[in-house]
Structure formats: C-alpha cells, structure tokens
Antibody
Framework: EVQLLESGGDLVQPGGSLRLSCAASGFTFSNYAMSWVRQSPGKGLEWVSSIWGNGYSSYYTDSVKGRFTISRDNSQNTLYLQMSSLSADDTAMYYC???????????????WGLGTLVTVSS | DIQMTQSPSTLSASAGDRVTITCRASQGIGTWLAWYQHKPGKAPKLLIYKASNLASGVPSRFSGSGSGTEFTLTISSLQPDDFATYYCQQYERYSTFGPGTKVDI
C-alpha cells in the first residue's frame, strides 16, 4: 500500500527550530518529487516547498525562503523539512505529498499523508 | 506569483444536487490545474488533474473543465460522502492553492 507518514510536529517557542520527517512506503521513492503543504488553523492549504526525485533541486514559497530547508534521503525513503526562526505564522498542520512524477513542476500531488502538527507559541 | 480564487466560498446543497465550483487564475495556466477534496482529520485527496483528467479511483460523478484562467469542478449528483472542502491548485509555475469551497448541508 502506498503510504506517507509524517512525524516530528511539536510545540516550539518563537525563534526555535524543528525538523519534520515523512516516511514513504509502497513505491519507489526516488522516482517521485515530494512536497510539503501546510494548513494553518481555520485556513486553506498553502504550498511550502518541493524537491525533485533525485534531490538535486528544490523550491520554496517566499515566506519560508532562508528559514526552511527541504531534503530527502532516498536510501531511507524519507523526506525532511528543517524549519528555523519559527514564528506564530508557521503554526499549522504540515502535510507531505507525492508528485505524479520525478519532477515537481507541472505535476499534481497524488498521494498525501495525514499531517503532523506544528505549534509555535511561548 | 499566480493567485487563485474560488467561488462560492461556501455552498449549501442536498444529496442528489448537481454542484459546480468555479476557480480562476490571475494569469493563464493552460490546463495545469488540479482539484482536491479535503475532510477534517483526513489526507487531502486528488480528484482531477490537468483540468479534466479523473484521478485513479475517483467516482465518475466528479468532472472538471476549463483552460487558461477559468475552471470548474462539477459533481453531477452529490452523495453524502461528498460533503467536504474542495480546493483548486495551479501547478503551471510552482504551486498555489485556491482558498477552498466548503460544501455542506
């Protein structure tokens, strides 16, 4: 069964850091681009970052550039999101999502995880 | 950046109704548009990709159309399981989601 399982969400203080993980199973992980999408409380979905299947290139939404880093370990079938300088605006459920192909460009997200909750508060 | 809008923001309907949701892009995106269904506590689900292609396992009562800047998602006969929030997404350049349309009773 194709599955994505996020972990690492927690309560963190403003200015703090956190690393999210997404464990993939049931498919050849390196053949697919992966992304992080978040949903703040009461709000809609917001794309955060994407990375190619080979990990060579990545993209970020403007609000997280310089603070978040997406990466992947294809030998461990795991996607990561390293987050730093966190603020209350980063409070959200964070979902990992698989693209339909190895490129994150011009491919929809066909498999999603259940999400992991990040709360930024003092 | 490409901005997405959806209308209506909320839609009240009954089982058996035909439902149409509209999505507009701030600039032309060809047919690089997807539709997702999202229920509380669940993973978002891909319904339609490339504007009109039905994703695997999605019932045929869902359909999508449009190109350029205007798109629609239609549910031909609303079922109890369809009450959810629906999002459009452009993926012509990076990715942007619309604000969502909540379909409730």
């Amino acid at each position: 069964e194709v599955q994505l399982l996020e972990s690492g969400g927690d309560l963190v203080q403003p200015g703090g850091s956190l690393r999210l993980s997404c464990a993939a199973s049931g498919f050849t992980f390196s053949n697919y681009a992966m992304s992080w999408v978040r949903q703040s409380p009461g709000k809609g979905l917001e794309w955060v970052s994407s990375i190619w299947g080979n990990g060579y290139s990545s993209y970020y939404t403007d609000s997280v550039k310089g603070r978040f880093t997406i990466s992947r370990d294809n030998s461990q079938n795991t996607l990561y999101l390293q987050m730093s300088s966190l603020s209350a605006d980063d409070t959200a459920m964070y979902y990992c999502a698989r693209s339909q192909l190895a490129s994150p460009t011009r491919n929809a997200f066909d498999i999603w995880g259940l999400g992991t909750l990040v709360t930024v508060s003092s | 950046d490409i901005q997405m809008t959806q209308s209506p923001s909320t839609l009240s309907a009954s089982a058996g109704d035909r439902v149409t949701i509209t999505c507009r892009a701030s600039q032309g995106i060809g047919t690089w548009l997807a539709w997702y269904q999202h229920k509380p506590g669940k993973a978002p689900k891909l319904l339609i990709y490339k504007a009109s292609n039905l994703a695997s396992g999605v019932p045929s009562r869902f359909s999508g159309s449009g190109s350029g800047t205007e798109f629609t998602l239609t549910i031909s006969s609303l079922q109890p399981d369809d009450f959810a929030t629906y999002y459009c997404q452009q993926y012509e350049r990076y990715s942007t989601f619309g604000p969502g349309t909540k379909v409730d009773i």
